[in-house]
């Protein structure tokens, strides 16, 4: 079985009407779709480390490029029949990534992703992601994205406790200066081409000044900058502020205890974009 065709999703994303939370008993648990021998595009696999920092010769796939993978798969159960809400709006809250052992590059992968919610909350409805990725029948990495449809109104309210964020030192790990391409260069490598991602005036439409960087780029080249943590390991984050492109961004780290945690934020190392921590699984 292989990987869905992505225009298709996106076309359904763009065009199928659905309400912006879930109607009174409308479920997307048993959602599943699975694909079967997946081997990472060589050329996709080269940008993506290029585009995130991750080294040119790994042997391993980057912890955080299953996920790219796997989106053909999130976004066909996205905008398939049995979601009950619309792909434009919905928010990346939080993500949690345990890679049990490293996943060679050329390896063929067994990928199965799973819908559930949703979860009723104060700022909305919360629905899990669940994918899995298997290789030769054992279970070798999984991630848990959450996404929220937002409840029109809902203020910022009380939001459930993010992995830790390291506080912000005087001077930080790394600065970065974000190009205005970067949503595009991030989607060739990744295939997610969401327009709030790709330029101002597609943005715009959608209520951002200006295009803002992919939150899986965001924690995928904070994971590069802190690098290897051995095996297995656990990524927890939390997705704050959009990143405004172009722009200029610090990342902050701390050790605490096994883990190190992180902390993505401005050029003034003040407001929050991304908080987690890397470690032990």
Known sequence: MALPSLWPSYVRALTTRRPALAPAGARAAGAVLEARGVVAPAAALAAYRRTCGFPAAGGALPITYPHALANPLHLALITGPTFPVRFLGLVHLRN?????RPVPDGAALDLRCTLDGPRETERGQEFDLVTEVRVEGALSWSETAVLLARRPGAGGGTRP???AGAPAPASPLARWKLPA?????YARASGDWNPIHLTAATARLFGFPRAIAHGMWSLARCVAELGPAGEPVAVEAAFKLPVLLPGTVTLHAAREG?????????GDGVKPHVTGSVGPA
């Not at 391409?181 to 260069?185: S, V, W």
């Not at 096994?258 to 401005?266: H, I, T």
């Open 96 to 100: 949690t990534i345990r890679s049990l």
């Open 161 to 163: 406790p993010p992995p």
């Open 181 to 185: 391409d970067l949503g595009r260069r």
């Open 258 to 266: 096994a883990r190190v945690a992180f902390s993505l934020r401005d």
